[in-house]
């Protein structure tokens, strides 16, 4: 029962991720869990580089510095008889951004609420709804799995019409990724993914109307799993798209970026994990090129 405690802890976890902005690393998205398993989450982020919440703001040479705290609540279901896992997730910013506005210099220094997530990751194939017994079988001979992610930010974040910098983004966007798990050996698995991202309108952004294209993006995680729990990974993403247009003028700004980084979990106590991760920039053709660390602990409820 330790043993698979512990396993538990460190499966559901993994699903978390500070998601300060739209193209974040997740590895072992897809891994199931047994039904009924529910996990509290804490986490923490601190984010420095050049890196605005909107790369909508004509601010240039950027330098901002961010720390977000997250709440969240994992909850692993058997929809359609398919593993299916929920998280919700609210987080919390504070911080200060400095650069040059029209050759000027501008600050300014925040502290609210950001835009509450909803995601549903839905096995597809592979990964049927286990209960205990029958997960730490698939957990000692995995199959290969196919899954399929639905995310939603809901326009909740706190949001000023009369100010460039905000932390609520004041719109609706979606996210869809579509995955694969396969293993590599025993004890390495590859994750390999792609994704859309879908934004509504902000119709009371201060220069006028604001629209922006779908961003699509690409994700590889090469796993390790070292022993029961304790497993770790490098990640690496690309995205391209994201061009807005203002009050109807097309900007400049489309994306095409990459970034590396690498996650470890640790578990403790049976029911209790630590995770840390960071993240960087290795090619940004424009959008925020910043350095991000993370760290969550996590603990199974039931």
Known sequence: MKFLRVTLVCVVCSLWVADIFAQELVPRLFWPAPK???????????????????LSIPIEDADSRINTGVLAYARTLGLWGRTTNFLVTLPYSEGDTKGLLLGEPVSRDFSAFGDLSLSLNVNLRGAPSMNREEFMAFRANPRPIIGASVKLQVPTGQYD???????????WAARFKLGAVMKLRPTWLLEVSANAWLYGDD??????????????????????????????????????????TIDGNPLRNEQSNVKLG?????????????????????????GNDFSQFIISYSMVLK
């Not at 398993?37 to 605005?52: E, R």
């Not at 019409?161 to 719109?171: A, E, K, M």
């Not at 779908?214 to 798209?241: C, H, Q, V």
């Open 262 to 286: 690498g996650t470890l979990v640790v578990p403790f106590l049976k029911r209790h994990a630590i995770k840390i991760g960071y993240a960087d920039g290795i090619i940004t053709r424009y």
């Open 161 to 171: 019409p009369d100010r460039l910098i905000n932390v609520g983004s004041n719109r």
């Open 36 to 54: 009924g398993t529910s996990v509290l989450i804490a986490g923490y982020s601190y984010s420095t580089g050049d890196v605005l919440f909107d």
């Open 203 to 244: 119709n009371d952004f201060i220069a006028g109307k604001k629209e922006q294209k779908p961003i699509f993006g690409m994700e590889t995680n090469i796993i390790k799993r070292i022993r029961p729990g304790l497993w770790a990974s490098l990640d690496m993403t690309y995205y391209k798209g994201g061009q807005q």
